[in-house]
């Protein structure tokens, strides 16, 4: 028998409405760089894009995360941080902040490259990849997303940006707990956790 129609209902609109919201994320990335010309506008574009293409042909998950405060975490450490706005203030060189933001934007390209269908926001388990940059840290997605919003912020500096990277990176840290916890009960996450150390920064988290 397939699934319930209402399993089936909730199945489809977890896909379809954050894919919408990063769909619309795309467009507003595209009217930037018309009106600004920053190229790292379509870094941005091109990242979020390939974020409704994994969400929408996501596999389904063997054990999802019933926990109301992983599914804040989830959702504020993936939203929060479309907040974040151009500004004309910057506290190093543009060739700093666009390096930092190439750099970021490559790397969670390749980690997302690597999850493919096992990409999602709540805590959840789609299958355990343990190959490419998941060889380096556990959450790779996480610091190339981590380098790019340095990069951002170095180049658009105010205090609203900083305030709301803070608070997004917050919910990073306990999305990655969450994440972490659940899947600790699959005996190939296990291995994989002995094997590689750090969860974010190679040498320090």
């Known amino acids: 028998m397939g699934k319930p129609v209402g399993s089936r209902t909730v199945s489809i609109l977890a896909r379809a409405l954050p894919a919408s919201y990063f769909m619309v994320s795309c467009m507003a990335f595209w009217k930037s760089f018309l009106v600004t010309g920053k190229w790292t506008s379509l870094f941005w574009m091109v990242s979020e894009g390939v974020v409704v293409v994994l969400l929408v042909f996501r596999r389904p998950s063997t054990r999802i995360s019933r926990s109301p405060w992983d599914w804040i975490a989830g959702l504020a450490g993936s939203f929060l941080v479309l907040l974040v706005r151009p500004e004309s203030r910057a506290i190093a060189p543009d060739a700093v902040g666009f390096a930092l933001q190439l750099c970021g934007t490559l790397f969670q390209l390749y980690g997302k490259a690597a999850l493919g269908r096992s990409f999602g926001i709540v805590a959840a388990n789609r299958g355990v990849v343990v190959g490419g940059p998941y060889r380096i840290v556990r959450h ?32 990073q840290v306990a999305r ?5 916890r659940l899947l600790m009960v699959d005996g190939r996450y296990k291995e994989y956790f002995r094997n590689v150390r750090y969860r974010l920064i190679p040498g320090l988290f």
């Open 140 to 171: 790779p997605i996480y610091l190339g997303y981590l380098v790019t919003h340095a990069g951002f912020l170095l180049s658009n500096w105010s205090h609203r940006n900083l305030s709301i990277y803070a608070a997004t990176y917050i919910f």
């Open 176 to 180: 990655i707990f969450a994440e972490e």
